[in-house]
């Protein structure tokens, strides 16, 4: 065999290989979580515990056992957890994550009684029982992943613990005194911390297994749009298992509206774009691409959702003036900007028929965005007892450019940096002479948008406060940071205790 030949050999079996290899899916959207992160949320979780069973020890149901020679009884079971852990988590490349807890102390008490057939004689007995576990230490292990369903899923691959001291106290029993030596044994006490020490891993391995069988396995990953509409879908389920690494856990989900039933839809048109998150010293990061939007828009476009028939009882008093064929200088109508109209139908009120012509699209770039769309928009006149009459057709494209920032922290807020409407064609039986009109009526617009803007920026930047603090669980976000680099939006943020 010859060198030439064995190289493209070599070479086509590789090609073969990588063919074979699924490509992966870009992300709508993402996050990604910190160990540092996930240190501060657990410490807030049991601190707030410890809260909530200091105010209310937690009572367990009594629990009564019988049968034809015994019978059993607990009652006025409580629990107290009486030391909050130290809680720690490292993050082992690629789906590895432990969970380490130390100093865990609690103590639960009960009362108790028995009665039992021994021979001829009936034999009974009852007490109290205290009993206060300090030091329970646990190093658990576990996986994550992601199922054929899309959704996340979670394994325990080890868990070892230990318990550095047991005490435990009986109260009010007839054989009280042999109970006390029996438990003041060392053999017994190591008994006992073993029996604790599996009981506690078997603990965690259940509630593993329930987050993993009944909330992971219960999670939706798609959900309809709008209410009534359940053939538009929007699919948010993780494109690949979470990715982790030595600082943090990045979970991709696909971030797709779509058609139920619409192969276009499900497949798309529209390719997202690979996200971008850069090394972040954040907490937490999330990014979201312009392809949710694009896919939303797309949805739209092939539903019957991409017209708008506007009407003054449709519209809101503050708003219905719109249609009007007249107003004074202070006001904006549609004879505002098409004054034809208002020489044709003076003092009339017109419906609109607003229709996307192409597709909205939005592109993020570096500080900023623009959305741009082509919309036909139809001047109709209706009145009693006749025809509804197409006045007027426009066609335009628009083009917004705008940009969002934080304002305190705690407000979200946006401006407009430009906006530019282009009508390109009209079609009326009134209209002599098109290219004039079209010229007429892009100056005016412009001179409209200019003094329009600055009021729309003024209310923009109001903003609206977002939700930085969870009283609930004892946490708030603290750092926000909102950033626009090309094809993506990036929030950052810390976590800290309230």
């Not at 060198?3 to 070479?11: D, E």
């Not at 954040?282 to 028939?309: A, E, G, Q």
């Not at 917004?400 to 940096?417: E, F, M, P, R």
Request: net charge positive; glycine share 4%.
């Amino acid at each position: 065999m010859s060198t030439r030949t064995f190289i493209l050999i070599c070479f086509s079996l590789c090609l073969a290989v990588a063919l074979s290899q699924p490509v992966p899916e870009n992300p709508g959207f993402a996050y990604r979580v910190s160990v540092s992160a996930l240190n501060v949320i657990s410490e807030a979780l049991w601190t707030t515990l410890k809260k909530n069973f200091d105010l209310d020890p937690h009572m367990i149901p009594d629990q009564n056992t019988s049968d034809s020679m015994s019978n059993h009884s607990v009652s006025n079971i409580t629990f107290q957890l009486s030391a909050v852990p130290r809680s720690n988590f490292s993050f082992q490349p690629p789906d590895g994550v432990t969970w380490t807890l130390s100093k865990i102390g609690f103590s639960f008490a009960c009362n108790w009684s028995y009665e039992r057939q021994v021979f001829f004689m009936r034999e009974n007995d009852s007490g109290s029982v205290s009993v206060s576990v300090n030091g329970l230490s646990a190093v658990i292990k576990t996986i994550l992943g992601r199922n054929d369903r899309e959704q996340p899923t979670i394994s325990m691959t080890n868990c070892s613990a230990s318990v550095e001291k047991v005490s435990l106290e009986i109260e009010g029993s007839y054989y009280q005194k042999i109970y006390d030596m029996m438990f003041r044994n060392d053999l017994v006490k190591r008994e006992i911390k073993k029996t604790m020490t599996r009981a506690a891993c078997d603990l965690v391995d259940r509630a593993v297994m329930r987050l993993n069988n009944e909330v992971f396995a219960n999670m939706p990953t798609k959900s309809p749009i709008f209410c009534g509409r359940s053939d538009l879908i929007f699919d948010y389920g993780l494109t690949a298992a979470p990715i982790v690494t030595k600082s943090h856990v990045q979970v991709n989900h696909r971030g797709m509206f779509m058609l139920v039933g619409d192969p276009v839809g499900r497949l798309g048109l529209l390719k997202a774009p690979k996200i971008s998150m850069p090394a972040s010293k954040y907490m937490v990061s999330t990014s979201k691409t312009n392809y949710p939007f694009n896919t939303l828009s797309d949805t739209i476009m092939r539903s019957n959702l991409s017209s708008l028939y506007l009407t003054r009882t449709n519209l809101s008093s503050t708003f219905e003036s719109i249609l009007d064929t007249t107003c004074d200088n202070q006001s904006i109508c549609i004879g505002t900007f098409v004054s034809e109209i208002s020489k044709w139908h003076e003092n009339k009120s017109m419906n609109m028929m607003i229709k996307l012509t192409t597709r909205p699209n939005l592109i993020i770039k570096k500080n900023s965005f623009t959305l741009t769309a082509g919309l036909r928009t139809s001047f109709i006149l209706s009145e009693p007892n006749e025809t509804d009459t197409e006045t007027l057709i426009l066609d335009a494209s628009i083009s917004l450019t705008g940009t969002a920032y934080l304002v305190n922290n705690d407000t979200l807020a946006g401006k407009l940096i430009a906006v530019k409407v282009l009508f390109t064609s009209a079609s009326s039986p009134f209209i002599k002479s098109n290219a004039t009109f079209l010229k007429r009526l892009n100056q005016k617009t412009d001179h409209v948008l200019t003094k329009l803007i600055p009021r729309i920026n003024k209310w923009l930047g109001v903003g609206v406060e977002l939700p930085t603090q969870s009283p609930q669980f004892g946490l708030q976000a603290v750092g926000l940071k909102l950033m626009f680099i090309p094809g993506t939006t990036i929030f950052n943020f810390d976590l800290a205790l309230l």
